[in-house]
């Protein structure tokens, strides 16, 4: 959490009564009258880095998830 207080976006922690984490919410503040493609991109890529940067941080904590194998029906081809 100290990690995220020094980028220029921001975000919020959702916890349930139980004081458990269930969602994060980052974004980055820009002004219409200042937003450009390079402003954009900036916020992206900021949102962006946040989000791997947590997800990293699970994984190191917890391993990574095993996913589910689904079984897909198979579909028909068109004739």
Do not use: C
């Amino acid at each position: 959490r100290k990690d995220l207080l020094f980028l220029d976006n921001s975000f919020d922690m959702n916890t349930d009564q139980q004081g458990v984490i269930q969602q994060i919410q980052f974004s980055y503040e820009f002004y219409f009258d200042s937003l450009t493609k390079t402003q954009l991109y900036r916020g992206l890529l900021l949102n962006h880095r946040t989000l791997l940067y947590i997800v990293t941080i699970f994984n190191e904590k917890f391993g990574i998830p095993n996913m589910p194998e689904t079984k897909t029906p198979p579909t028909a081809t068109p004739q």
